[in-house]
Structure formats: C-alpha cells, structure tokens
C-alpha cells in the first residue's frame, strides 16, 4: 500500500487584493508544518501541487526544514474559481441577505463561509455559471485522483499539497458523500492541515482528516486558521 499525506496550502491573503499568496502566518503555519514532518522522520517519494502560488509557497516553508524530491503539478489539485462564482452569485442573487452582509463587512469570516456555502450549493445545481462548471471541477479532481493510483506502489509516500475544496471534493468522491455534505467538508478545512490515507490500484482508505498537531502542539490558538 501507497501512504498519501494531502496537505491544504497554509493561510493565504484573506481579503487582499491578490489572495494567491501567503499571509505572513501562513508563512509561518508551513515551516511548521516542514518541522513537524521532518521530526515524524518523514521522507516523500513524490510530491504535488495545482499550479496555484499559495500551494507552491506551501511547499517551500516545508522545504526549509525538510527535503523533499522534484515536484510536480496537476491541475486537478487547484481550487475551484470561487472569485467568479462569488461575482456570479452576487450579480444572479444582488438581494440576498448575505450578500448585503458581506459588501457591508468584506472580511467578515463568518458571514463569508455562511455565504459560501449558498455559493456552491447554487453552484452544483447549475444556478450560477463560471469559468468552471460543477461537473467539470469534479472530473478535473477525480482526474488527479486517478494520476496518484498510477503512483501506487509498496510502501512509498506521496506528498499532495492542494487547496479545501478540491482536497474535500477528493475525500468526498472515495466516502461517496453528496455535494452538501461535501461542502460542509470544505467549511472545517483548517490551513496546513493534514489529512492522510492509505491507497492502492483500486482504493483510497481514509485514516485521517484536517489535523493539525503541528499547530494545536504547540497551544497558540492564534495559529490555527480557517480563511
């Protein structure tokens, strides 16, 4: 059996002009994340990321402490295009509650994933359009999926290093969960966390989901995000 090790990018920029980069915590959140995987004594016989720039800073604070073989990328580990679908919703559904809510408060968390929720369940029934559609976001994952089974192997370990949702569309595929459940999966994903399953050929066996011990470890609450 193959280990994978599916890490979601650390913190990016919340509410910045260009999201696509670390923040300075999540800066921080992937060194330590590459400091608690060398002290686990890790090693990777591969690694992968989407192409997007947070993932790939991911990796390097990861880097730093641990050494890693060449990396590759898939774009089926990329994020959906929740920019264009928030900008879809919001022109498709200008009264809605919580889209009042957030012009109001634009770095509001709380109200931004209780929005976001309605954006993807509006999303998966076709009721809002982007640059990607709903089955062509779930083709592209079970695509990447299917790139790591040819990986198989005995006893070798991947590094994945992806973003939530297409990471949750992932884990929801092999629990076979619905699109809601799916996105209630989404909501919980913590940066840099880690969710790892054992896989073969033919089947991914889910061990963990979205821990972050090299964060909780060290009792900064502070550090643990979700945005």
Not at 198 to 227: C, K, M, R, W
Request: with cysteine.
């Amino acid at each position: 059996m193959s280990e994978l090790y599916l890490i979601r990018h650390a913190q990016a920029s919340f509410g910045a002009q260009n999201y696509d980069q670390l923040s300075d915590l999540g800066i921080k959140q992937s060194r330590l994340l590459g400091e608690y995987l060398s002290a686990q004594g890790l090693l990777f016989d591969h690694v992968i990321t989407g192409s997007l720039n947070r993932q790939a800073q991911t990796v390097m604070g990861i880097r730093k402490t641990l050494s890693l073989p060449s990396i590759h990328t898939h774009l089926g580990f990329d994020e959906y295009p929740f920019q264009a679908l928030s900008q879809s919703y919001t022109h498709t559904f200008p009264d809605d509650d919580l889209v009042q809510q957030l012009i109001a408060a634009p770095t509001d968390k709380k109200i931004f994933f209780r929005l976001l929720k309605k954006i993807l369940l509006a999303w998966s029934n076709d009721e809002i359009s982007a640059s990607e559609t709903w089955q062509s976001f779930q083709r592209r994952v079970y695509d990447a999926k299917t790139s790591l089974q040819e990986l198989a192997g005995t006893d070798n370990r991947v590094l994945v290093v992806s973003s939530g949702g297409a990471i949750c569309q992932f884990i929801g595929s092999i629990l076979e969960l619905s699109p809601e459940r799916t996105f209630d999966l989404n909501l919980q994903m913590r940066n840099a966390s880690i969710s790892r399953m054992f896989f073969n050929q033919s089947s991914f066996f889910l061990s963990s989901f979205n821990g972050v011990p090299h964060l909780e470890n060290l009792i900064d609450p502070s550090l643990i995000t979700y945005a």
